[in-house]
């Protein structure tokens, strides 16, 4: 063999392992550059990308030591761009742009600093909407880094007092990982692998339930028991249980990439950042969505499934599911890191068995029926009596469908349209037939599984009647002649008000889809807060002033129900 074919073989070699070695292209983010968004302790709660019900954490969860109103400041210079307000989510948010082409978010605040707050509450007043989301020019709120800008909070879908902390490309709206910007975290603690979870990818991951495998870490390399697994199908994919630790935390954390190889070639892997809102809810395409719905843990494939294009993956030879028809050891390697590079390896090898011959399952319901749907394409179900169809992006991976009909003893039919352990992700039309409603401008279509209800006003279209959801479940059809109802809380009519410093009602409702609040003080509209949805509340400023008022309250449902209350009080 000549030099030169000796050297071309040694450059292609260091070539073909520096490429496979490393399937995510280095990040370039600026370090240093922003600063921990509040003055109290560095510590978190919860990571980015972190495995949530339908969706990834998409920013850091912001220790404030089990407490409200600790300063929250801006992380970089730049100038307020956006606030919303809204009952969950965010709750109470600030948006700041920054001149390095990228966006902070704050969320779950109390109350932000004087001059925002006393913009934003007029600007509540003239749109009158308590929830608002709103521009705001950029030469109207500068801010410096570490200026304060809001106190932190447990407004919205906060569980607990903290500030949720995102950054964001000011373009493009992907969110970041917040942990690749050099944030003071110690972290020296490489990932725990739990589990291995090993799939037959010649049948549907609806339709199977996984075999799991334990694991041990030897030497410090995880490895399972049996070394060499032997599975009896030609095509199969892996799925992995893990979390991530900091230095000094017993917080499990969610994981940023993980990698998987065949005989030492990377096929695919999967990385946690640079990810929308839009696609947040594809985290069901990436766990064993089946699993999770049936009360298992979280795991996530290390495969993309049929109908998830793109994503957090990112294929180098394949898309994960491995082709076992060789009859060889394949040797696997998984390898899980953290954003600081902390590396766990999980190592086993797989060949095939005897494949099995798969068995139809039996269907004995009699009113049951059953047809394959498939990602890809366009899936429709219709019968004389209801009907829907599926987009072509609505599917991850194919399965049976299941439909049943089901009369009770009450009220119109119930549908029962598969069930909750199949995914769907975006919201899809059901149409339901119904000749017998005496108040056709009434209707709800009510959609319940698992103790979760959902509720929507059903359109009527000549006697068929439309809703749109996005998941499966059971669905049946109401008419909504109730009005909603309203209690004051701590507050009678007539009542003297000098030792009260707030108003508050409750307002419910059967379908608990309430469409509007309207709070008239002296026929003026007033601003009631509504965190959390569950309590409307007005506390006293300069809008109600010492005398005798009248409050008429007015709330309405989605079907249009009305239910309005007059108080009397004296201030």
């Given amino acids: 063999?000549?030099?030169?074919?000796?050297?071309?073989?040694?450059?292609?070699?260091v070539f073909f392992i520096?490429?496979?070695?490393?399937?995510?292209?280095?990040?370039?983010?600026?370090?240093?550059?922003?600063?921990?968004?509040?003055?109290?302790?560095?510590?978190?709660?919860?990571?980015?990308?972190?495995?949530?019900?339908?969706?990834?954490?998409?920013?850091?969860?912001?220790?404030t030591d089990q407490r409200e109103n600790v300063t929250v400041v801006a992380a970089a210079d730049g100038y307020v761009a956006k606030i919303k307000i809204e009952p969950y989510g965010f709750g109470r948010c600030i948006y700041i742009n920054h001149p390095n082409g990228l966006t902070t978010l704050y969320a779950h605040l109390n109350d932000f600093n004087p001059a925002l707050e006393k913009y934003i509450t007029a600007q509540q007043y003239q749109l009158q909407s308590w929830k608002v989301f709103i521009d705001i020019p950029a030469n109207l709120f500068p801010v410096k880094k570490g200026q304060f800008i809001a106190y932190s909070g447990n407004t919205g879908g906060s569980q607990g007092p903290h500030t949720h902390f995102e950054i964001r490309d000011t373009k493009t709206d992907k969110v970041l990982n917040p942990l690749l910007f050099s944030f003071p975290i110690?972290?020296?603690?490489?990932?725990?692998i739990l589990r291995l979870a090993v799939y037959d990818r010649c049948t549907s991951t609806y339709e199977q339930t996984p075999k799991f495998y334990p694991i041990k870490k030897v030497n410090g390399v995880y490895v399972t028991t049996p070394a060499v697994l032997v599975y009896n199908t030609d095509r199969v994919s892996f799925a992995i249980t893990a979390y991530d630790r900091y230095t000094g935390s017993t917080n499990k954390n969610g994981i940023y990439q993980a990698v998987l190889s065949d005989d030492e070639n990377p096929v695919i892997g999967f990385q946690m950042d640079s990810i929308s809102y839009e696609e947040t809810r594809y985290l069901n395409a990436h766990i064993d969505y089946k699993l999770r719905s049936t009360g298992g843990s979280f795991v996530q494939h290390l495969s993309r499934l049929p109908g998830y294009n793109n994503g957090i993956y990112k294929e180098a030879t394949g898309?994960?599911?491995?082709?076992?028809?060789?009859?060889?050891?394949?040797?696997?390697?998984?390898?899980?890191?953290?954003?600081?590079?902390?590396?766990a390896v999980l190592k086993f090898g797989i060949?095939?068995?005897?494949?099995?011959?798969?068995?139809?399952?039996?269907?004995?319901?009699?009113?049951?029926?059953?047809?394959?749907?498939?990602?890809?394409?366009?899936?429709?179900?219709?019968?004389?009596?209801?009907?829907?169809?599926?987009?072509?992006?609505?599917?991850?991976?194919?399965?049976?469908?299941?439909?049943?009909?089901?009369?009770?003893?009450?009220?119109?039919?119930?549908?029962?349209?598969?069930?909750?352990?199949?995914?769907?992700q975006i919201m899809f039309s059901i149409i339901i037939k119904n000749l017998t409603a005496?108040?056709?401008?009434?209707?709800?279509?009510?959609?319940?599984?698992?103790?979760?209800?959902?509720?929507?006003?059903?359109?009527?279209?000549?006697?068929?009647?439309?809703?749109?959801?996005?998941?499966?479940?059971?669905?049946?059809?109401?008419?909504?002649?109730?009005?909603?109802?309203?209690?004051?809380?701590?507050?009678?009519?007539?009542?003297?008000?000098?030792?009260?410093?707030?108003?508050?009602?409750?307002?419910?409702?059967?379908?608990?889809?309430?469409?509007?609040?309207?709070?008239?003080?002296?026929?003026?509209?007033?601003?009631?807060?509504?965190?959390?949805?569950?309590?409307?509340?007005?506390?006293?400023?300069?809008?109600?002033?010492?005398?005798?008022?009248?409050?008429?309250?007015?709330?309405?449902?989605?079907?249009?129900?009305?239910?309005?209350?007059?108080?009397?009080?004296?201030?």
């Fill in 438 to 571: 005496t108040h056709p401008d009434k209707m709800v279509m009510h959609r319940f599984a698992n103790n979760k209800n959902d509720y929507a006003k059903a359109e009527n279209e000549n006697g068929w009647f439309k809703a749109s959801f996005r998941e499966f479940g059971n669905f049946q059809l109401l008419e909504d002649t109730i009005l909603p109802k309203i209690t004051p809380v701590g507050f009678r009519e007539g009542m003297h008000i000098a030792k009260l410093n707030r108003l508050a009602f409750v307002v419910t409702d059967n379908t608990e889809e309430l469409v509007n609040f309207i709070a008239l003080l002296d026929g003026k509209w007033l601003r009631f807060s509504n965190n959390k949805g569950k309590t409307f509340i007005y506390k006293f400023d300069k809008h109600c002033t010492p005398g005798v008022h009248e409050l008429k309250i007015s709330v309405g449902d989605c079907v249009g129900n009305i239910t309005e209350k007059i108080y009397h009080f004296t201030r």
């Fill in 319 to 343: 898309d994960g599911v491995i082709d076992l028809e060789d009859g060889n050891v394949h040797q696997i390697k998984i390898e899980v890191k953290d954003a600081n590079g902390n590396t």
């Fill in 1 to 13: 063999m000549n030099l030169q074919k000796v050297v071309t073989i040694f450059i292609f070699s």
């Fill in 351 to 424: 060949k095939r068995g005897a494949a099995q011959k798969k068995q139809p399952v039996a269907d004995t319901a009699v009113t049951h029926q059953q047809k394959e749907f498939y990602p890809g394409f366009i899936n429709v179900f219709e019968n004389e009596k209801v009907r829907f169809f599926l987009p072509e992006t609505s599917l991850y991976d194919s399965f049976r469908f299941k439909y049943n009909e089901i009369i009770p003893t009450a009220g119109f039919p119930i549908y029962q349209l598969h069930n909750t352990s199949v995914p769907v």
């Fill in 186 to 192: 110690a972290d020296n603690i490489p990932p725990d």
């Fill in 18 to 63: 520096s490429v496979t070695a490393q399937i995510f292209p280095a990040k370039n983010y600026p370090q240093g550059y922003f600063q921990w968004p509040l003055i109290a302790k560095v510590g978190l709660a919860a990571n980015f990308g972190e495995l949530r019900p339908n969706h990834y954490h998409m920013g850091l969860d912001c220790k």
